[in-house]
């Protein structure tokens, strides 16, 4: 199974930033969509944003468009996901993860691989 390492979460206020990063293998970085979810309090997880594992085709959930922005680092391996204008409804634990093959999918189950998470907490 492939291992995945988030970091980057943390406290911001409302209308900051912060920056994810998840950091996979070789392998994996080159033949899967990565994607990120998130799950809130009381929430199922939900889908937030993916690449194609070219880096060539991105997808984003409806409530984070024109706000975040994910890409692809090939030298190291990473994904990022930059967070802007923050607002308390992302508050949530944000979760890497990642499919083998080229389709990007915003169903949870359709993911093998998952990171253990990094919590984001946006303060008024």
């Known amino acids: 199974q492939a291992q995945l390492v988030e970091s980057g979460g943390g406290l911001v206020q409302v209308g900051g930033s912060l920056r994810l990063s998840c950091t996979a293998s070789?392998?994996?970085?080159?033949?899967?969509?990565m994607a990120w979810f998130r799950e809130g309090p009381g929430k199922e997880r939900e889908f937030v944003a993916a690449?194609?594992?070219?880096?060539?085709?991105?997808q984003y959930a409806d409530s984070v468009k024109g706000r975040f922005t994910l890409y692809k680092d090939n030298s190291n391996n990473t994904v990022y996901l930059q967070m802007n204008a923050l607002t308390p409804g992302d508050t949530a634990a944000y979760y890497c993860a990642a499919r083998y093959g080229t389709y990007i999918a915003d169903i949870p189950l359709q993911y093998e691989n998952w990171g253990r998470g990094t919590q984001v907490t946006v303060s008024l």
């Open positions: 070789a392998r994996t970085f080159t033949t899967s969509t």
């Open positions: 690449v194609d594992w070219s880096g060539g085709t991105t």
